[in-house]
């Protein structure tokens, strides 16, 4: 009876565990150096990379840096739109990889901060609006970029860039790009 008794908890056991997981989105994560942040984001941040900041520039027909200098030949850049570009991308990436510092800074604090069982409201208030300023900072580094970069194209260079990036016809100017809305 024991024995029977056993076998079916195991049973039972060995059944749900796969529930567990499935219930566990975050399982494995804790082992992150910093809980919020990916070692790929890490590298990203470092990079100067724009980890998504500015989609609502690109995709509403804002062409950034470091796509338009890959794509220079396609877009037919002149000598002068090139350097440009060139030194636009520089100075944002400089920016970028400073302020992108600061933000893994911040998260390192905040996760850091949990380690600590008499974490009190207003400590954790002022870590987080450390984090979120210097992540909105980051973004606003990436969305500039892309204003700048598109006072530096040609109507057509922007349109060619739209097509090429796939985004379709309507994202040409950030007249009709996604969701329909655009600068007006």
Wanted: charged share 20%.
């Amino acid at each position: 009876m024991r024995k029977c008794l056993a076998a079916a908890l195991t049973a039972l056991i060995l059944s749900t565990a796969p529930v567990w997981a499935a219930d566990a989105p975050y399982a494995g994560m804790e082992r992150r150096a910093i809980a919020s942040l990916s070692e790929a984001d890490i590298a990203a941040l470092r990079a100067g990379e724009g980890w998504g900041l500015a989609l609502p520039a690109e995709l509403n027909g804002w062409p950034g840096p470091r796509h338009v200098l890959d794509m220079g030949d396609a877009l037919d850049l002149s000598d002068t739109q090139r350097g440009q570009v060139e030194r636009l991308f520089g100075l944002m990436q400089g920016e970028a990889q400073r302020v992108g510092e600061n933000y893994i800074e911040a998260e390192q604090a905040l996760d850091a901060a949990f380690d600590d069982p008499t974490l009190d409201p207003v400590v954790l208030a002022g870590l987080v609006v450390a984090a979120t300023n210097a992540l909105g900072e980051l973004r606003m580094i990436h969305l500039a970029a892309h204003i700048e970069t598109r006072q530096i194209l040609t109507d057509a260079q922007i349109e060619t860039y739209n097509m090429q990036r796939g985004y379709g016809a309507d994202a040409h100017g950030g007249q009709a790009g996604h969701g329909g809305h655009g600068a007006h």
